[in-house]
């Protein structure tokens, strides 16, 4: 198994921007496809951004153009910048596997965007 210690979160006002980091236990070479979810309380979790080992990315329609995944395989980190931020990206945010055998959740990093 591989754990997830996700950090970066806050409080930022609309329009503001915060960069969410992800650190892995474990190589994360060997999966093919991470990615960066999103929950609010009384829903689902949703995958907003995946990213392959090969650094091909894909994006909800919610946040394509203002959020941008990236990974580093030889550090075991998974990057989610964020930009343009708005009051309905206000979630807990979690990294983990999005293609394949999900591996345990890690706390999240919440995010607040509010005046």
């Known amino acids: 198994q591989v754990q997830f210690v996700e950090s970066g979160g806050g409080l930022v006002q609309p329009g503001g921007s915060l960069r969410l980091s992800c650190v892995a236990s474990g190589s994360i070479f060997q999966i093919y496809r991470m990615g960066w979810y999103r929950q609010v309380p009384g829903k689902q979790r949703e995958l907003v951004a995946g990213?392959?080992?090969?650094?091909?990315?894909n994006y909800d329609d919610s946040v394509k153009g203002r959020f941008t995944i990236s990974r580093d395989n030889a550090k075991n980190t998974v990057d989610l910048q964020m930009n343009s931020l708005k009051p309905e990206d206000t979630a807990v945010y979690y990294c983990?596997?999005?293609?394949?055998?999900?591996?345990?959740w890690g706390q999240g990093t919440q995010v607040t965007v509010s005046l």
């Open positions: 983990n596997v999005a293609t394949g055998v999900v591996q345990p």
């Open positions: 990213i392959t080992r090969a650094g091909v990315t």
